[in-house]
């Protein structure tokens, strides 16, 4: 099992303390791992240009590697040595209409369409308001 895959697979079981804890630990973008903020926080009634041109880069840079995953709603930022890291929860509006947002873009963002993407909403607790995780394989 490779690392974006590993973190997939922990993101859907522990869901929103796997989420902190990224921002908690700093965990700094890698090659298998993007931190996004939505351009409008999700309150659109589209996916926003801005997102959708940050999915649509995501699509085509992890589909042509080894894969990788996008956490939208979480904020990053240099870190002490200068290397973009989680720094703030940042959660969009109503994660499971934006997990449907995201979905519906990704036959349109790369041709051909990339088969290998799923998304999977994480909402915080007494609230719709979360977190959305795309794994690009």
Not at 1 to 7: K, N, Q
Not at 8 to 13: P, Q, T
Not at 67 to 78: D, F, N
Request: glycine residues 10%; contains cysteine; negative net charge.
């Amino acid at each position: 099992m490779g690392r974006a895959e590993d973190l997939w697979e922990r993101l859907k079981s522990e869901r929103i303390p796997a989420i902190e804890d990224l921002v908690v630990e700093q965990t700094v973008e890698e090659l298998f791992l993007d931190f996004k903020q939505s351009s409008d926080s999700g309150s659109g009634t589209k996916l926003s240009a801005d997102d959708r041109n940050n999915f649509a880069k995501a699509i085509s840079g992890f589909g042509n590697s080894e894969g990788g995953i996008v956490v939208w709603g979480v904020a990053a930022g240099p870190d002490a040595y200068g290397v973009d890291a989680a720094n703030a929860l940042k959660p969009v509006e109503n994660a499971k209409r934006y997990e449907g947002r995201l979905q519906s873009a990704v036959s349109g963002c790369t041709i051909p369409p990339h088969t290998g993407v799923q998304n999977y909403s994480i909402a915080m607790p007494g609230s719709q308001h979360g977190f959305v995780v795309s794994y690009i394989t």
